[in-house]
C-alpha cells in the first residue's frame, strides 16, 4: 500500500466517527421531518399520509404568519444591533491596555450563564415598581412607566435585549480575534498616510474583517432564526404572549408538538424554517463573499 | 526638500533602554543609512522619526520644523515597511493613491499624480492588480511608489529588500539609488545588510546596542573603523582580529592577505598557518586558517592550488593592518 493511501485510511478512520454521528443525529432526522410533514401523527398513533395538507393549513393560520413575522423581527433587529454593539465593543476593548482581560471576561460571562437563569432574572428587571429595577430607575427619573412583558408592542424587544446580551461576549470575543489578525503595519502605513480614525476605520478595519463579519452574521442570524429558551422563560406560561406578540417558530414548532401532539404539523413548520435558514445563510455567503 | 536633526535622543520602554543620548544631523537630500545587528536600536530610531514611537527625550526636527509632538501625517515624511503594508483589498491604483485621497485632492490631479509615479517605477500595467497578484519585486515597486506619489520631504525605508532573493535585491538596490538621483530628497534607509549600506549610502550611520558607533561615507567607515565593533561589522568575511599581550588588537581585512610566494610587499608580516576549509567562490578562494591557535581568514585569488590540512606561508599587509587599544576604539 502507498503512504498516500496509507493516510487516507487512517484519516477515514477518524472522520468516519463525526460522519456516522451526523448521519444518525442530524441528517437522518431532518429528512424524517421531511416525511413526517406529509403525515397526519400524534406521536403514538400511526402515520396517515395526508399529502401537503399540513402546509395547506399553514398558510391559511393567520397565527402562523403572525409567528413568521416575530421570527424576522428578532432576525433583523437582533443581528445588526448585536453586530453593531459588539464591533464597537470589541474595536474599544482592542485599544485599551489597563485591565483588558478583566473587561473582556465580563462581556463573555453572560454567554457562558444558562439562558435559563438570565431569563428570570431579566424577567425580574422588567417587572412594576417596586420590584422592577428597570422601572424603578425610571420613576425616578421621572420618566413614564413602560409596560415590557405586559404589552404587545414592548413585549418582543424586551425579550430580544437579553437575547443580544447574551451573545455579545461570543461575538466580542470573534471580532476581537479578527481585529487582532490585522497586521499593525497597515495602520502604521495609513497614518503616515494621513488617514483619519473615520477613513482607517472605513478602508481599512472593515474590509479587513470581511471575513468575520461574514461569520458572525451568518452564526448570529442563524441563532435569532431559532430563538426559543429567552421567549419560552420569559413569557407567562411560556406561551410567547402576550397575544402571541413574542412567539417564535421554534416556540410555535415546540407547542404544536409536544403540546398538541400534531407532529405532522410541527414537522411541515420545520421544513419551513429549514427551507428559511437555507435559503438566507446561501444569501449572506453570497452577498457579503462576492469579493 | 529637508534636513533632519535628532538632538539628545533616547527612547526607553519602562526600565529598559534602547537608546541613549543619541545625536544625528541628516542633511538635506542625503542618503543615510542606518546599520546595525538587530536589536541595536536603528529600526526604532526611524519610527520615532517617522513618529510611529514616542520618543522619550530629546528633540527631533524635519525641515528645521520640531516634529516631536506631531502626527506622522503631519511630519511631510513617507515610509516604505518590510513587509510592504500594502492594503490587500486594494487594488495598486487605490493603493498608490490612499494617501492623496486621505488629503482630498481633487480626483483629476490623483489621476496625474499616480500616473507618473506609475511611469517612473514601470508598473503601469498592474494598476488595476490586487497586492497578492503581484511578485515580491512587483510589491517591492508598488510601496515605493505608494511613497513618492505624495512627494514627502523624507523618505524612510525599513529594511525594504529583506523579503527579496538575492538577485532581485541586488537590481532594487540599484533603482532605489536611481530613484534617490531622480527625486532628490532626503532618505533614511534601515538595513542589517552591510552591502546595501556600502552600496547606498552617502553616509552610513553604524549602530550597537542604542548607540552611534561611527558616522561616515561607506570608504571611510571601511578604510578606517572608529572601533573594532565597526571594523568587525562592516565587511565580509569579517576582519580578523589578532591580539597581542599588551592588549591591543591587530585588525586585518582578508584581502590584504596574500599567499608569501606571490607576495611583493615592502611592510609585510609572514605567518605560517594550517589551512582548516578551503572555500572556492569562483573569482577568489577563501581560506580559512590556524596560527598559533588564532583563526585567519584570507581572501586569495580564485586560481590557487590549496587543500585543507596544508600548512601555507601567509603574508599580512601591514601598511593596512588596523590598531585598536584595549577599550576597542582605533589607535
Not at chain 1, 485599544?95 to 463573555?108: D, K, N, P, S, T
Not at chain 1, 420613576?139 to 455579545?168: C, H, M, N, Y
Request: charged letters at 20%; glycine letters at 6%; one cysteine or more.
Amino acid at each position: 500500500m502507498s503512504i498516500g493511501k496509507k493516510r487516507a485510511i487512517t484519516a477515514w478512520c477518524f472522520i468516519s466517527v463525526p460522519i456516522i454521528y451526523f448521519i444518525l443525529v442530524r441528517f437522518y432526522p431532518t429528512l424524517d421531518a421531511f416525511s413526517i410533514s406529509l403525515t397526519d401523527w400524534n406521536i403514538v398513533g400511526k402515520k396517515t399520509y395526508i399529502g401537503f395538507d399540513n402546509f395547506i393549513r399553514l398558510w391559511h393560520d393567520p397565527v402562523f404568519w403572525q409567528v413568521l413575522g416575530n421570527t424576522f423581527e428578532y432576525l433583523l433587529l437582533g443581528v445588526p444591533i448585536s453586530l453593531i454593539l459588539s464591533f464597537i465593543i470589541a474595536h474599544s476593548l482592542d485599544q485599551v491596555r489597563f485591565g483588558h482581560g478583566f473587561l473582556r471576561a465580563c462581556y463573555f460571562i453572560p454567554f457562558l450563564t444558562t439562558a435559563v437563569a438570565m431569563a428570570w432574572v431579566w424577567r425580574w428587571f422588567y417587572q412594576p415598581v417596586p420590584v422592577g429595577m428597570i422601572n424603578l430607575v425610571l420613576g425616578q427619573l421621572g420618566i413614564k412607566q413602560l409596560d415590557f412583558l405586559r404589552s404587545t408592542t414592548e413585549a418582543l424587544p424586551a425579550v430580544l435585549a437579553p437575547a443580544i446580551w447574551a451573545g455579545l461576549g461570543f461575538q466580542i470575543v470573534i471580532f476581537m480575534a479578527g481585529l487582532r489578525a490585522i497586521p499593525q503595519s497597515y495602520y502604521e502605513a495609513a497614518k503616515i498616510d494621513g488617514a483619519g480614525a473615520f477613513r482607517i476605520l472605513r478602508e481599512i478595519t472593515l474590509p479587513q474583517l470581511r471575513p468575520t463579519i461574514v461569520f458572525l452574521t451568518v452564526i448570529s442570524s442563524i441563532g435569532f432564526l431559532r430563538i426559543f429558551d429567552q421567549v419560552y422563560n420569559m413569557t407567562q406560561e411560556g406561551e410567547g404572549g402576550p397575544l402571541n406578540a413574542t412567539r417564535p417558530l421554534v416556540l410555535h414548532i415546540y407547542k404544536a408538538a409536544f403540546e398538541r401532539f400534531e407532529m405532522g404539523m410541527a414537522a411541515a413548520q420545520t421544513v419551513v424554517l429549514f427551507v428559511i435558514l437555507l435559503f438566507i445563510t446561501i444569501f449572506q455567503l453570497k452577498v457579503l463573499k462576492n469579493d | 526638500m529637508a534636513s533632519v536633526t535628532l538632538s539628545d535622543i533616547s527612547k526607553s520602554y519602562g526600565k529598559v533602554s534602547v537608546i541613549e543620548h543619541l545625536d544625528l544631523e541628516i542633511r538635506d537630500k542625503e542618503f543615510i543609512v542606518l546599520v546595525g545587528p538587530s536589536g541595536c536600536g536603528k529600526s526604532t530610531l526611524l519610527r520615532m522619526i517617522a513618529g510611529l514611537e514616542d520618543i522619550t527625550a530629546g528633540k527631533i526636527s524635519i525641515a528645521e520644523r520640531m516634529v516631536n509632538n506631531l502626527e506622522p501625517r503631519d511630519r511631510d515624511i513617507a515610509m516604505v515597511f518590510q513587509n510592504y503594508a500594502l492594503y490587500p483589498h486594494m487594488n495598486v491604483y487605490k493603493n498608490i493613491s490612499f494617501g492623496l485621497r486621505a488629503r482630498k485632492m481633487a480626483k483629476a490631479d490623483i489621476d496625474t499624480h499616480v500616473n507618473r509615479v506609475a511611469e517612473i517605477l514601470d508598473i503601469k500595467d498592474l494598476l488595476n492588480r490586487k497586492p497578492s497578484e503581484l511578485s515580491g519585486g512587483q510589491r517591492q515597486r508598488v510601496a515605493m511608489g505608494r511613497a513618492m506619489v505624495r512627494n514627502p520631504a523624507v523618505f524612510l525605508f525599513d529594511e525594504p529588500l529583506s523579503n527579496l532573493d538575492a538577485k532581485l535585491r541586488a537590481s532594487m538596490r540599484a533603482e532605489i539609488k536611481k530613484l534617490h538621483r531622480t527625486v532628490e530628497t532626503t532618505m533614511i534607509y534601515v538595513t542589517h545588510d552591510q552591502v546595501e549600506a556600502m552600496t547606498l549610502a552617502d553616509r552610513i550611520v553604524i549602530m550597537d546596542q542604542g548607540k552611534i558607533q561611527q558616522i561616515g561615507t561607506p570608504m571611510e567607515v571601511y578604510q578606517a573603523p572608529a572601533n573594532q565593533f565597526v571594523a568587525g561589522f562592516i565587511g565580509s568575511p569579517e576582519m580578523n582580529f589578532i591580539k597581542s599581550r599588551d592588549g591591543i588588537t591587530l585588525g586585518i581585512r582578508p584581502e590584504d592577505i596574500y599567499l608569501a610566494e606571490s607576495a611583493t610587499l615592502d611592510k609585510g608580516k609572514n605567518v605560517k598557518a594550517v589551512v582548516e576549509v578551503v572555500e572556492p567562490l569562483g573569482a577568489e578562494t577563501l581560506l580559512i586558517a590556524f596560527y598559533d591557535g588564532i583563526k585567519i581568514t584570507a581572501k586569495l585569488n580564485g586560481l590557487i592550488d590549496i587543500e585543507a590540512g596544508m600548512e601555507v606561508k601567509l603574508t599580512l599587509d601591514m601598511s593596512r593592518a588596523h590598531l585598536f587599544g584595549k577599550d576597542g576604539e582605533r589607535v
